[in-house]
């Protein structure tokens, strides 16, 4: 059984820096396609970033691009979401997405992901 736990969000101040982890069990973090993405009340779920199964290439939205890292701790079978320069517009719940391989193309879609965390809120005040 496949488990993804996410923890790290909390309240910031705009500016700050936050890092967020996602704990799996079930599945390998070294071998899963594996992705973030976030949803404030009212709006569909949004892609935040994607790393692939193998090779560790990476995508982001333009609107993270630069500000935000997405990694794999193969050690501790984690992934990780580092994000610098927050501004209160990336106020949402945050959720960690797993699958066994995603094609590029359809890396930003919800759907291609079989796994989900619970998710962790991530609110940043102005």
């Known amino acids: 059984q496949v488990q993804l736990v996410e923890s790290g969000g909390r309240m910031v101040q705009a500016g700050d820096s936050l890092s967020l982890s996602c704990a799996a069990s079930?599945?390998?973090?070294?071998?899963?396609?594996m992705a973030w993405f976030r949803q404030v009340p009212g709006k569909e779920r949004e892609f935040v970033a994607h790393?692939?199964?193998?090779?560790?290439?990476?995508y982001y939205s333009d609107s993270v691009k630069g500000r935000f890292t997405i990694s794999k701790d193969n050690t501790e079978n984690t992934l990780i979401l580092q994000m610098i320069s927050l501004n209160p517009e990336v106020t949402a719940v945050y959720y960690c997405?797993?699958?066994?391989?995603?094609?590029?193309?359809?890396?930003?879609?919800?759907?291609?992901?079989?796994?989900w965390g619970q998710g962790t809120q991530v609110t940043v005040s102005k």
């Open positions: 790393i692939r199964a193998t090779g560790g290439h990476t």
């Open positions: 079930g599945l390998t973090v070294r071998r899963s396609a």
């Open positions: 997405a797993a699958n066994e391989y995603v094609i590029v193309s359809a890396v930003p879609a919800a759907r291609s992901y079989k796994y």
